[in-house]
C-alpha cells in the first residue's frame, strides 16, 4: 500500500498546479493500490445497495464506463448529503469495482470516510493515492477536477481551504448545487459562547437558504441547512422545516433523525419520540434487509437513544428506563471495536440508564444509576482500542459522591468529589489519545459533562456544609449551568438535567424568588417544556408575588463569593 509521504507529495503537488492551471508533477513510482483495498471490510461483506428514489434528489451527470459506476455513484452522493456516510460507502463501492477510472466513485469512497478512525484509515489513504492517480491521469471534467481540489484543500488545510476552494467552484460554475452545499457546510462559523451567530455562520445560512427558496421541494439544501443550524440556541424558527423535509423524502431514517431533534429541542417531546421511532424502525428495516449489525448502523443506536432521552424529557421515566435498559444490553462486538455503531454504544448507550436515573433524582435512584453501569470487567476488550471507560469511570465516581451527599455522608462525599477530580485530570491527559483513535467528539462531550458533574456536586457539598459557606454554592452551580451547552451532531445531551434549575433551587433556598424565577427561565430556554422546570417556575412565582416587589439589586441579600 502507497506509503502517506508519497501521498503527502501529491496533495501538495495537485494543490498547486491547480491552483496555476498548471498539469500536476508526476507521482513518485508506487505500487498502486486496487480497488479492492479501498473498500472497508464491513462493506465489502454486505450484498449490493438497494437503488432509492430520493424525491427530487441530485442527479447530475457523473464521468463514468458505463450505467452501472453512473447509478451507484449518484446513489453515493445522495446519501453522502443525506448524512449516512455507511451506505453512500456501499454504492461508491459498487461504482468503483464497475469502474476502476471513475473520479466522482473514488471521491465520495474518500469523503465518506473522512472520519479518522483505525477501522477506514488504511482504506481511505488507498482510496486517496488512486483518486490522486485518477487526476494524474486525467480522469473526470473540469467540475469533477474541482471537487477533488477542495476535498484536498480539506485535508492540507482544514474546513476553511475547503470552504475556499469549493466557494470558487461554485463561482465558476453558476447555479452547480453540491459545489454550494460543501462551500457552506465547511465553511460555517457555528455559535460563539453566548450563543450569538458568526459571520461565517450568517453567510452560510444565507446562502443555503438561497439554494432552498431556488429548489423548494429539494431536500438536499433544505437538510444542509438544517444541519448547520442544529447547535444554534433557538431552533423554533426552522421547525418546520425541519418537518417539511420529512415530508419530501418520508421513508429515509437520517431525515427523522434531524426531524426529532429539532422537535425534542423545541420542546415537542411527544413529537420528538415518534420520528425518533420512525427513524429506529427504519434503520432496523434495512439492517434486517441487508443482515448488517449494529456496528454498521450508528443511526439506529443513536436514534434509540434519543428516542429515550425524548420519553424522559415528557416525564415517562418507567418506559424511557426499560428502552433504555434495552439498548444498552445490545451485544458489543469485540472483534469491531473501531465500528461507529459500537462507540455509539459504548459511549451513549450503555451509560444510558444511569443517566436517565441521574435526571428522575427519586429516592434510591442514585443506588440504581450506579448498579446500572456496565462493571468494568465489561469493558475490558475494549479498554486498549476505546476511551470510552474514563467516561463510564468518571460517571461511576459522580454517581457515587451524590448517593453519599443524600445518605448525609459528607466527609467520604468530598472524599469522592476530589477523586473525581483527579479523575478529570488525568482525563484530560489522553486529548490526544482520543484524537488519534477517532473519538474526539465522543471524548470532548463526556469531560465536559464530568466538569458539569464535579461542579454540581461541589456545589451540594457546599450546601450542606457549614452555613457560612453556603453562600459559595452559587460559583458552582452557575459554573454548571455555563457549561451546558447544546448537544453537538444531532447527539443526545450527555447530561439530562437542567442545571440551571439547580441554580433556581439554591436562590429558592436563599430565599430569592425573583433570582430563581429567572434560573428557571434559563433552564427552560436550554429545555424547552420541561415538566420539572417549568412547576418550580410556577412555585417560585408565587413565592415571589408573595413577597412582594422585588428590591433593588443592592438591597437584596447576594450570593456569597467562594
Not at 461483506?45 to 451527470?61: C, D, I, M, S
Not at 457523473?62 to 445522495?78: K, M, P, R, W, Y
Not at 467520604?412 to 484530560?428: C, D, Q, V, Y
Amino acid at each position: 500500500m502507497p506509503k502517506p509521504h508519497t501521498l503527502l507529495f501529491l496533495l501538495a503537488g495537485f494543490a498547486a498546479c491547480h491552483a496555476q492551471g498548471e498539469p500536476p508533477p508526476e507521482a513518485p513510482p508506487v505500487r498502486l493500490p486496487t480497488v479492492a483495498e479501498c473498500i472497508p471490510a464491513a462493506v465489502s461483506e454486505l450484498g449490493a445497495p438497494t437503488v432509492l428514489n430520493f424525491h427530487k434528489g441530485l442527479a447530475t451527470a457523473v464521468s463514468a464506463a458505463n450505467e452501472t459506476a453512473q447509478i451507484h455513484t449518484v446513489q453515493g452522493l445522495n446519501h453522502l448529503h443525506g448524512g449516512w456516510e455507511f451506505e453512500a460507502m456501499r454504492h461508491f463501492a459498487i461504482a468503483m469495482e464497475a469502474d476502476p477510472q471513475c473520479l466522482m466513485a473514488h471521491w465520495g469512497m474518500v469523503i465518506s470516510m473522512l472520519s479518522p478512525s483505525p477501522e477506514t484509515d488504511a482504506f481511505r489513504l488507498a482510496a486517496t493515492n488512486r483518486l490522486l492517480d485518477l487526476i494524474n491521469k486525467g480522469a473526470g471534467t473540469e467540475l469533477e477536477r474541482g471537487f477533488a481540489f477542495g476535498l484536498i484543500k480539506y485535508i492540507q488545510e482544514g474546513p476553511k481551504g475547503a470552504a475556499v476552494a469549493f466557494r470558487k467552484v461554485a463561482d465558476k460554475f453558476p447555479g452547480e448545487m453540491q459545489s454550494e452545499i460543501f462551500a457552506a457546510l465547511f465553511g460555517r462559523g457555528g455559535y460563539d459562547e453566548f450563543g450569538d451567530i458568526t459571520p461565517d455562520q450568517d453567510a452560510a445560512e444565507e446562502r443555503l437558504m438561497k439554494l432552498v427558496e431556488r429548489d423548494p421541494d429539494n431536500a438536499l439544501p433544505l437538510h444542509a441547512l438544517l444541519l448547520i443550524r442544529a447547535e444554534g440556541p433557538d431552533l423554533a424558527p426552522s421547525l418546520d422545516l425541519a418537518r417539511r423535509l420529512c415530508q419530501l423524502v418520508p421513508d429515509y431514517a437520517p431525515y427523522f433523525h434531524v426531524l426529532g431533534h429539532y422537535e425534542w429541542r423545541c420542546g415537542q417531546h411527544a413529537k420528538a419520540v415518534s420520528a425518533f421511532s420512525r427513524a429506529a424502525s427504519l434503520y432496523s428495516a434495512w439492517m434486517k434487509a441487508n443482515d448488517a449489525s449494529p456496528a454498521d448502523c450508528e443511526g439506529w443506536v443513536r436514534a434509540e437513544c434519543y428516542r429515550v432521552v425524548a420519553m424522559a424529557s415528557k416525564g415517562d421515566f418507567d418506559n424511557a428506563l426499560a428502552s433504555a435498559e434495552k439498548i444498552a444490553g445490545t451485544t458489543l462486538d469485540p472483534a469491531r471495536p473501531f465500528a461507529p455503531g459500537t462507540r455509539h454504544l459504548l459511549w451513549d448507550a450503555k451509560t444510558l440508564p444511569a443517566r436517565i436515573l441521574l435526571r428522575r433524582s427519586a429516592p434510591g435512584d442514585s443506588q440504581k444509576a450506579l448498579e446500572s453501569l456496565p462493571p468494568p470487567k465489561e469493558s475490558e476488550p475494549f479498554r486498549e482500542k476505546s476511551l470510552a471507560y474514563w467516561w463510564i469511570d468518571g460517571l461511576r465516581i459522580a454517581l457515587e459522591a451524590q448517593r453519599l451527599l443524600d445518605a448525609g455522608d459528607v466527609e467520604k462525599a468530598s472524599e469522592t468529589i476530589a477523586a473525581l477530580s483527579f479523575h478529570g485530570t488525568a482525563m484530560a491527559q489522553r486529548r490526544n489519545i482520543a484524537s488519534a483513535v477517532g473519538e474526539q467528539t465522543e471524548w470532548n462531550r463526556s469531560f465536559r459533562a464530568l466538569e458539569m458533574l464535579a461542579a454540581e456536586l461541589r456545589g451540594r457539598l457546599a450546601l450542606a456544609g457549614p452555613p457560612a459557606g453556603h453562600g459559595s454554592a452559587f460559583n458552582w452551580f452557575r459554573g454548571a449551568a455555563d457549561r451546558q451547552k447544546a448537544a453537538t451532531m444531532l447527539n443526545t445531551p450527555p447530561i439530562l438535567t437542567p442545571m440551571a434549575m439547580r441554580l433556581g433551587d439554591y436562590f429558592i433556598a436563599r430565599n430569592l424568588p425573583y433570582k430563581a424565577v429567572r434560573a428557571y427561565e434559563e433552564a427552560l430556554e436550554r429545555f424547552p417544556n420541561d415538566a420539572e422546570s417549568i412547576a418550580r417556575l410556577e412555585k417560585a412565582g408565587k413565592l415571589a408575588e408573595a413577597s412582594g416587589p422585588e428590591p433593588a439589586e443592592e438591597d437584596a441579600p447576594a450570593p456569597e463569593s467562594e
